[in-house]
């Protein structure tokens, strides 16, 4: 089975305080990151890299913000230092990227395409936000028949409302795990990999 581990989002605007969506513990979520894209590079498996970015006149919006209020402002823009790779992120000198304008890594990337001429059958989803473009990312993944591990400690959000970090990630592990993914934490799958 050929695995490919998918890099979702690790951009600054999560990873540097003081913006807007700025995750907590960042830092402790990149470097469980950095731990598998070194074990996948080491067995030379397939990372791909991620990353969220919209045109600076909102062309490509769509619906992105319809529950954020007015768009007339939007995060995401394209030159933005918040769309950039966090600085400790282990992005090699040709990595494969793609880019998005939607929650689903799938959504008009051509990722599907990319993983198919790759041969991969599993996916591995970490990266930011949890609960939104992880957790989409990954029921994707599912419904386009992949199989998928999800690993939770590997994913980071700045939380909701209600809900901090540690809550948003227990109830998402908790739906993904109940029929779209394998919910592991970092230290579960690399033994696993290791075994693979």
Do not use: W
Request: proline share 3%; with cysteine; net charge positive.
């Amino acid at each position: 089975m050929t695995t490919a581990l998918l890099v979702v989002d690790v951009q600054q605007i999560y990873t540097v305080k003081g913006n807007e969506l700025y995750c907590k513990n960042a830092g402790q979520t990149v470097k469980r990151i950095n731990q598998l894209i070194e074990r996948f590079t080491a067995k030379k498996a397939p990372v791909i890299f991620i990353r969220h970015v919209h045109k600076l006149d909102g062309s490509d919006l769509g619906r992105m913000f319809d529950f954020a209020g007015p768009a007339s402002d939007f995060s995401f823009k394209e030159k933005s230092a918040a769309v950039a790779y966090d600085e400790k992120l282990a992005v090699p000198a040709k990595p494969i990227e793609i880019v998005k304008s939607r929650y689903s890594s799938f959504a008009g990337t051509g990722l599907n395409e990319k993983l198919k001429k790759l041969g991969v059958d599993r996916v591995v989803v970490t990266g930011f936000m949890t609960n939104f473009c992880c957790d989409t990312t990954a029921r994707d993944a599912h419904d386009l028949d992949y199989y998928v591990d999800f690993v939770l400690d590997a994913t980071g959000t700045p939380g909701t409302a209600k809900m901090d970090q540690d809550q948003v990630r227990d109830a998402v592990g908790d739906f993904i795990g109940g029929g779209f993914a394998r919910v592991m934490s970092t230290r579960e799958f690399l033994k696993q990999f290791a075994a693979g």
